[in-house]
């Protein structure tokens, strides 16, 4: 005759086992999530950082300028694995801008006159550490003193005589003729047009641009900036 302390015993061990069995379960499921989380981020492509300063000047001449200069990264980043997007609205509500690929496929402009642009090459590595000269984007990396500028051609500045370009040139008057960046067709364009699209000459100062710069192979945007055009 099994006496009540025995019955009592073993009721209490039943429960015990069953959530002894329940955190064994639990374990196991926290686990495999983990493991399976943690493959998914191995195989993720770590963005790097950067910290940039961007300035745009626009004065309707030849002296308008675009700079940008890397103040600190986390890595050096080459620029063949950057996009860099712009996007400007001017004070009576124009838009415009560019998509910058260093393979040259950039999109943006519309058409000027005729034919779509597929340029490269700008903005240009001017100085810092691995730059030598005037150093084509896709050709230098970004690391901490980078810099890059350009500047607009045929831009604001009186000229003797040509067809196109009649006589006696106004401030903010734009011709984009000559350049050493080619578009399709063999088109001509300048690094202006490469970078902020058709239509860029209409940024007064107080304008704003802002600047996107995409890490291609993880996908991560690490600039978001906007700058005040200047004059």
């Given at each position: 005759m099994m006496c009540s302390y025995e019955k009592s015993r073993d009721a209490g061990?039943?429960?015990?086992?069953?959530?002894?069995?329940?955190l064994v379960v639990t374990i196991i499921i926290a686990a495999v999530v983990s493991a399976f989380a943690g493959g998914m981020t191995a195989g993720e492509k770590k963005a790097p950082t950067a910290n940039v300063e961007i300035h745009l000047r626009n004065d309707g001449s030849g002296n308008s300028y675009f700079l940008m200069k890397v103040l600190s990264v986390s890595e050096g980043i080459s620029t063949?694995?950057?996009?860099?997007?712009?996007?400007?609205?001017?004070?009576?509500?124009?838009?415009?801008?560019?998509?910058?690929?260093?393979?040259g496929n950039n999109t943006g402009y519309t058409t000027y006159p005729s034919a779509k642009f597929k340029t490269a090459n700008a903005p240009n590595g001017v100085s810092g550490p691995g730059v030598s000269g005037s150093t084509d984007f896709g050709n230098y990396s970004w690391v901490s003193g980078t810099m890059m500028?350009?500047?607009?051609?045929?831009?604001?500045?009186?000229?003797?005589?040509?067809?196109?370009?009649?006589?006696?040139?106004?401030?903010?008057?734009?011709?984009?003729?000559?350049?050493?960046?080619?578009?399709?067709?063999?088109?001509e364009v300048d690094s202006f047009t490469a970078m902020f699209?058709?239509?860029?000459?209409?940024?007064?100062?107080?304008?704003?641009?802002?600047?996107?710069v995409t890490h291609i192979p993880s996908g991560k945007?690490?600039?978001?900036?906007q700058?005040?055009?200047e004059g």
């Amino acid at each position: 005759m099994m006496c009540s302390y025995e019955k009592s015993r073993d009721a209490g061990v039943s429960p015990v086992v069953g959530v002894m069995l329940m955190l064994v379960v639990t374990i196991i499921i926290a686990a495999v999530v983990s493991a399976f989380a943690g493959g998914m981020t191995a195989g993720e492509k770590k963005a790097p950082t950067a910290n940039v300063e961007i300035h745009l000047r626009n004065d309707g001449s030849g002296n308008s300028y675009f700079l940008m200069k890397v103040l600190s990264v986390s890595e050096g980043i080459s620029t063949k694995d950057i996009k860099i997007t712009t996007y400007w609205i001017n004070s009576t509500g124009g838009r415009g801008g560019a998509t910058i690929l260093s393979s040259g496929n950039n999109t943006g402009y519309t058409t000027y006159p005729s034919a779509k642009f597929k340029t490269a090459n700008a903005p240009n590595g001017v100085s810092g550490p691995g730059v030598s000269g005037s150093t084509d984007f896709g050709n230098y990396s970004w690391v901490s003193g980078t810099m890059m500028e350009n500047w607009p051609p045929n831009y604001g500045a009186p000229v003797v005589s040509t067809t196109a370009m009649g006589v006696g040139a106004k401030p903010y008057q734009y011709w984009p003729l000559w350049t050493d960046y080619v578009g399709a067709g063999g088109t001509e364009v300048d690094s202006f047009t490469a970078m902020f699209g058709v239509g860029w000459n209409t940024l007064r100062p107080g304008d704003t641009l802002t600047v996107k710069v995409t890490h291609i192979p993880s996908g991560k945007v690490i600039v978001n900036q906007q700058a005040i055009v200047e004059g």
